[in-house]
């Protein structure tokens, strides 16, 4: 088994949140040390605990994923396999399907899409961590995901050879198309969603999308009283 070895141990803890795209430290294991981790740590982690863990920089980070996301993320799937299994086109993954970008680089998509060519023998590989890197990696957007740490994963996605990344909000109600990792096209609930060149003829109107999220309203400000 692959260990991944992790690549050179950051100076500092700031230096590591850095990496990380200023994420809550919170999110980082201590158990292993930070810069010490391997994917075998990554496996007994996820297997043992509640929580879902990434593993970037030789670090374990906890994948942010409430309940509202963890819904959204599987009605997406039940979307996508409407249009990907009639067709037969390739397999959908769940959130806890961990995918090797690169050595020591182990992503964890909420929803991701892998063409059928890709799989050897046109099967879904046993190894408890995949080697095939997403046509179509989806992100479900949570409040603790900042916005550096989004754009550090489209560009390893992009690195690894995904085309195609969504990254859907759900209390913006908009998903935003990525085709290169800097530049989005922002679609709302009157638009609609296609494949593009991952999934072409797929026609998935973006309010079906949120059909099930409620709508959060943004929180008053109330007038300030006068000083007496």
């Not at 930070?34 to 994948?63: F, M, Q, S």
């Not at 922002?186 to 079906?208: A, F, I, K, S, Y």
Request: proline share 9%; with cysteine; aromatic share 4%.
């Amino acid at each position: 088994m692959s260990t991944g070895a992790p690549t050179a141990t950051r100076r500092t803890v700031a230096d590591l949140i850095a990496r990380l795209g200023g994420i809550d430290p919170a999110r980082i294991l201590l158990d292993p040390p930070p810069g010490t981790a391997t994917e075998d740590d990554l496996i007994r982690v996820n297997d043992r605990h509640d929580t879902l863990c990434e593993l970037v920089d030789g670090a374990l980070v906890e994948k942010v994923m409430g309940f509202p996301e963890a819904t959204l993320a599987l009605w997406i799937g039940r979307l996508l396999g409407h249009f990907v299994d009639p067709n037969d086109l390739g397999e959908l993954i769940g959130a806890d399907g961990p995918v090797r970008l690169m050595g020591g680089l182990v992503r964890m998509p909420d929803v991701s899409f892998t063409n059928r060519e890709k799989l050897p023998g046109g099967l879904v590989p046993m190894d408890p961590i995949s080697d095939l890197v997403p046509d179509l990696a989806v992100e479900v957007l949570s409040t603790s995901n900042t916005r550096a740490e989004m754009q550090i994963k489209r560009k390893e996605y992009f690195l690894a050879g995904t085309p195609l990344v969504w990254e859907v909000d759900p209390r913006r109600r908009v998903v935003v198309v990525y085709t290169e990792p800097e530049e989005g096209t922002t679609l709302t609930e009157d638009d609609t969603l296609d494949g593009g060149d991952v999934l072409p003829g797929l026609q998935l109107p973006v309010r079906r999308v949120f059909e099930r999220v409620p709508i959060v309203e943004a929180p008053r400000r109330g007038r300030k009283k006068p000083k007496a």
